[in-house]
């Protein structure tokens, strides 16, 4: 029997705990697509990220899940499957793919994590985000912090050393990330990477710009390399060989949990290490990733804890760990 499915959307504006600054900019508020899919009474819910570094907007995401609107009370679109060749990967896919899973799950009665043969998700402990800002003020944030087990600092190039040293002492028993969300150079990568790893950093994210980063063929690796803005979806691997060593999943990125479990799988194979990480959204966004982050090395899912306002009911904290998502909330 064919299926006539509801696609409805609407944008929803979180916000942040006083502001949240990378080396692109700044912004006080996450700002979000939510698509939502109804069919006998049962709704199922997706939240995305549009992202401008990805030429997407909160009017540009919506434009495409409204396009599909004809086709779903149509009954053309029934699966995932179908979605993916819909629409192509990033944060429209990603919202309609969660969405699908979520109705599945609450109209079988079941959970998304047996939908996908997956095992039943236990609690993870996420990385907590220190805004980009001075030394000063990262090292401030760090000692507020310093209970935390895993601290991901926002650098930008000029002044990060002076950032890490400042964090560093202010957390010692802390294990550091950094990303530098493409903002360094060579030179910035030779003066700073043998320093970082005296510090105990564990992981520098996407030093250099994506599709520029073919130098990292040829630098020394101290720290684990981490592919963020380079690796979107499966399609992207063949290019990171050598470069990195590790890669960034972000549902956000591949288009929905469908694309990320792929992966993952095939990062595996291929001998990469996982790090699971999110845009800046409340905990419908983080729910479907907590699936994905199951084994990962890094997780970075903390986008709740940087808002002052989350959606309700929302993920539990206790501390840096997360719960599992409750089957109101999402799967």
Not at 318 to 324: H, K, N, Q, V, Y
Request: glycine content about 8%.
């Amino acid at each position: 029997m064919s299926r006539s499915i509801t696609l409805r959307t609407h944008t929803a504006s979180w916000p942040i705990r006083g502001s949240f600054r990378i080396s692109r900019g700044s912004k006080s508020a996450a700002e979000v697509v939510i698509a939502e899919l109804f069919e006998e009474g049962v709704r199922g819910r997706g939240e995305c990220v549009p992202y401008a570094r990805y030429d997407e907007s909160l009017e540009s995401v919506t434009a495409q899940l409204e396009s599909l609107v004809p086709a779903f009370e149509a009954g053309e679109i029934t699966d995932n499957q179908e979605i993916r060749q819909a629409l192509p990967a990033g944060a429209a896919r990603n919202a309609l793919d969660c969405a699908f899973w979520d109705l599945e799950a609450k109209k079988s009665g079941t959970t998304v994590w047996t939908l996908c043969g997956l095992e039943e998700p236990e609690a993870v402990t996420t990385a907590y985000t220190l805004s980009l800002d001075t030394a000063d003020a990262m090292g401030h944030a760090a000692s507020n912090n310093a209970a935390r087990p895993l601290l991901k600092l926002k650098l930008a190039g000029e002044g990060d050393l002076e950032r890490v040293r400042a964090v560093r002492a202010n957390a010692p028993d802390s294990r550091l990330i950094v990303d530098a969300n493409e903002g360094w150079t060579v030179e910035d990568y030779h003066a700073l990477v043998d320093e970082l790893a005296a510090l105990q950093v564990f992981m520098i994210e996407q030093p250099f710009p994506a599709g520029e980063d073919a130098s990292l063929r040829n630098l020394p690796r101290p720290v684990r390399i981490c592919a963020d803005e380079s690796c979107h979806d499966t399609a992207s691997l063949p290019e990171l060989g050598g470069k990195y060593d590790m890669v960034n999943i972000k549902l956000d990125k591949t288009g929905g949990l469908t694309e990320a479990l792929e992966l993952r799988q095939k990062a595996r194979a291929e001998g990469y290490e996982i790090m699971v990480g999110c845009m800046l959204a409340s905990s419908l966004a983080m729910a479907p990733a907590l699936l994905l982050a199951q084994g990962a090395e890094i997780v970075d899912l903390d986008g709740p804890l940087l808002l002052s306002q989350d959606c309700s009911p929302g993920l539990i904290f206790e501390g840096s760990r997360i719960l599992p998502p409750s089957h109101a909330l999402w799967g």
